[in-house]
C-alpha cells in the first residue's frame, strides 16, 4: 500500500508510552526503515524491543536527527524535553508528532485525534508539529463526534477515574510499593514521590497543579482540547481523579444535546463509529472495565442510558487503554495519516 519506508525516531523510547509505540508500530506493519530509539544519557547501554528485535538506546541530541536522516519522530519524553528538541528534529526536515502538552494548544499546531479531525494533519507544515492531545481527551473526542453529528452536542460533564500510568513508569511502581508495603502493614510509613498522597487503596481528586479558578490543569486541557480539536465551543466540566489501577482511563460522561436523544439509537450510532467497541449489557453485567482493555486499540462504550429527567441528556461510561489509545496508538495513527497524505493515498 505505501511507497515508501521511514526513518522513525521514538524519543523517550524506553517510557511507559515509548515502548507501546515501539509494539504499536510493529503491529500494525509501518512503513519503517530504520528505528532510531533515543532517550537521555542515562539510557545509553540499555535496549529496547521492536518487532522482536533488541535495539540500543541512542542519546537524544540536537544533531541526531540530522545523523539518522529522520523522516518521523515521535517524541513522549516530556514537556520539557520537546520544547528543547522538537525545533532540532523539524529543523532536520522530520514531522514532530509530540505527545506532551507543550505544543497542543499552539494556534499553528494541529491537535489531532484521527477519527475526529483528520483534516487538522493537512497543516502540520505550519510549525512541523503535529500535536497528540491528552490520554483522557483522546477516548473521550472519539465517543463525542459521532453522537454530535446526530444529536448536536451542547454541554459535556465528565468524571473520570485516571490509572497510575498515566504519571509514568515511576507512578507504577509507586502504586506496587504501596501495596507491598500494605501486605508488610508498613503502608503508613511507604513513601510517596510521584504523588502528592498515598494512591494505593485511595483516590486523588486532583491531577495536576491547580489553576487560579479551582480546576487542575488537567481538567482544563480536557476543557480547551475538545474545543480545539471539535472546532465547537462545547461547554465542558471535568473532575479528573487518579485511581489505584495500573493501566486504563475509565470516564463517566453526562452528554446534553439540542435535540432529544434515544439510547437504543445512540448505542447503535456509536457501533457504527470508527474504534468504538460497546460493551453494554446490564442483564448479563457487561461493562467496560480498565481490566479488561489492557493492550488494545479501541475505546470501549457502555452504560448508555437515558437522563431520568430530560430527553436531550444521555449518560455513558467508557474506558480505554491510556498508554494504547490515550497516546501510543493515537501518535501511530497520526503517523499513518501523515504518511498516506504525503502519499496522496
Ligand atoms: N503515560 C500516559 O498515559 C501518557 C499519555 C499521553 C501523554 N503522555 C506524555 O508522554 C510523556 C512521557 O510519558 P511516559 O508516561 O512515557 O513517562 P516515563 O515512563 O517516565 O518515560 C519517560 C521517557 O522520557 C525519557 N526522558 C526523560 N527525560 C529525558 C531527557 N532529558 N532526554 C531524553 N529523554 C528523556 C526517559 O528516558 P530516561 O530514562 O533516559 O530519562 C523515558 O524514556 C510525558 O510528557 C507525558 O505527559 C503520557
Known amino acids: 500500500m505505501y511507497r515508501k519506508t521511514y526513518n522513525v525516531a521514538v524519543v523517550g523510547a524506553n517510557g511507559a508510552v515509548g515502548e507501546e509505540i515501539l509494539t504499536v508500530l510493529a503491529e500494525i506493519d509501518f512503513p519503517l526503515d530504520k528505528l532510531i530509539p533515543l532517550a537521555s544519557s542515562k539510557s545509553v547501554g540499555k535496549e529496547v524491543e521492536y518487532n522482536g528485535e533488541m535495539f540500543s538506546i541512542i542519546e537524544l541530541t540536537h544533531d541526531v536527527f540530522s545523523d539518522y536522516k529522520v523522516d518521523i519522530a515521535l517524541f513522549s519524553a516530556g514537556g520539557s524535553v520537546s520544547a528543547e528538541f522538537a525545533p532540532s528534529a523539524v529543523k532536520a526536515g522530520a514531522v514532530v508528532i509530540d505527545n506532551t502538552s507543550h505544543f497542543r494548544m499552539d494556534k499553528n499546531t494541529p491537535l489531532v485525534v484521527p477519527e ?195 430527553g436531550n441528556i444521555l449518560h455513558l461510561f467508557i474506558v480505554a487503554d491510556n498508554l494504547r489509545v490515550g497516546a501510543a496508538t493515537n501518535a501511530v495513527r497520526i503517523a499513518q495519516k501523515w504518511v498516506e497524505l504525503e502519499e496522496n493515498i
Not at 508495603?181 to 514521590?193: G, I, P, Q, R, Y
Not at 494512591?199 to 476543557?223: S, W
Not at 465542558?236 to 475509565?250: D, E, I, K, M, N
Open 116 to 310: 475526529v479531525n483528520p483534516q487538522d494533519i493537512k497543516k502540520w507544515r505550519e510549525t512541523g508539529i503535529i500535536a497528540n492531545p491528552n490520554c483522557s481527551t483522546i477516548q473521550m473526542v472519539q465517543t463525542l463526534k459521532p453522537l454530535d453529528e446526530a444529536y448536536d452536542l451542547v454541554r459535556v460533564d465528565v468524571a473520570t477515574y485516571q490509572a497510575t500510568s498515566g504519571a509514568g513508569k515511576t507512578a507504577m511502581e509507586e502504586l506496587v510499593n504501596q501495596m507491598q508495603a500494605f501486605f508488610a502493614f508498613t503502608l503508613s510509613d511507604a513513601e510517596h514521590k510521584v504523588f502528592n498522597q498515598q494512591i494505593a487503596l485511595n483516590v486523588i481528586p486532583q491531577i495536576d497543579l491547580f489553576t487560579e479558578n479551582a480546576y487542575t490543569k488537567e481538567e482544563m486541557k480536557m476543557v480547551n482540547e475538545t474545543v480545539k480539536i471539535m472546532h465547537k465551543d462545547v461547554h465542558l466540566s471535568a473532575t479528573c481523579v487518579r485511581v489505584p489501577t495500573l493501566r486504563g482511563h475509565a470516564e463517566a460522561l453526562t452528554l446534553t444535546f439540542d435535540s432529544e436523544v434515544d439510547a437504543n439509537e445512540a448505542r447503535e450510532i456509536l457501533a457504527k463509529a470508527p474504534n468504538l467497541v460497546i460493551v453494554d449489557n446490564p442483564e448479563e453485567e457487561l461493562y467496560p472495565m480498565p481490566a479488561t482493555c489492557v493492550d488494545k486499540n479501541e475505546t470501549f462504550v457502555g452504560r448508555i442510558r437515558n437522563d431520568i429527567y430530560s
